[in-house]
């Protein structure tokens, strides 16, 4: 691991807790995925407070929109990417192999791991002072009340508006190791009747693919956008 001094914006003093943070599970050693558990959860509470501060007018609705966007898995991998995190990993050799360190879920998986390793070194405020400087640019695109709902909460609202039963989301099978599964989900509907497939690297990820893939069918149009009033 040869990133120099300060790594991802943050000068460690521990420098075990990076190493840590960017070992997969796949490989030998002291893996990151405890420290994923934790920086999940730093994560969304930096990201809540900077919302709630920034937007003092918006609902939990939109909050809740705004944030979702902000912390799910292909924004992560994005920010992952354009500090060139991917190169940094520690992988065992089957997902060298595989381009493991490509993947979506493994690279926001080590950034989430790194946002702990920052708090486990530094404190609170380092961490937090770290990550909007990350989220900064991503969090100020953000319009208020305008961050479009999820697939999953579009089809369920359009078939509540036509006095439609809700959609059944049925998990047919999940494929991979424990720590890197795909899911497989369908989702019927009764009327019309209709069934759509979806996978991701989470049952969710999976069902909002499906939800997708069923409204595009349905030529469901996107909501007009508001602000909140």
């Known amino acids: 691991m040869s990133e120099g001094p300060t790594a991802f914006g943050h000068r460690f003093a521990d420098r075990s807790l990076l190493e840590q943070a960017l070992t997969h599970r796949s490989a030998a050693g002291r893996h990151n995925e405890r420290l994923e558990f934790l ?3 730093l994560l969304n ?18 909050m809740t929109r705004a944030r979702a966007q902000l ?18 990993l520690a992988l065992g050799p089957g997902e060298m192999k595989s381009g493991g360190h490509r993947r979506d879920s493994i690279l926001a998986d080590a950034l989430e ?18 990550v909007l400087g990350w989220f900064e640019p991503l969090v100020a695109e953000l319009v208020v009340g305008k961050v479009e709902k999820d697939a999953k909460t579009r089809l369920q609202e359009w078939l509540q508006g036509r006095g439609k039963p809700l959609p059944v989301y049925t998990l047919v099978e999940a494929r991979g190791d424990e720590h890197d599964k795909v899911f497989f989900v369908r989702c019927d509907l009764a009327d019309p009747v209709d069934t759509a497939s979806g996978q991701g690297s989470s049952r969710r990820a999976a069902e909002q693919c499906a939800a997708a893939e069923l409204l595009a069918r349905l030529d469901v149009p996107r909501a007009p956008r508001r602000g909140p009033g």
């Open 39 to 41: 920086g999940d959860a």
């Open 45 to 62: 509470m930096i990201v809540a407070e900077a919302l709630f501060l920034r937007w003092p007018k918006a609902d939990e609705g939109a």
């Open 71 to 88: 912390v799910r898995e292909a924004t992560l991998a994005g920010l992952a990417r354009s500090m060139d995190l991917g190169a940094k």
């Open 113 to 130: 791991a790194v946002i702990a390793a920052i708090y486990l070194d530094a404190g609170f405020d380092a961490c937090r002072a770290v």
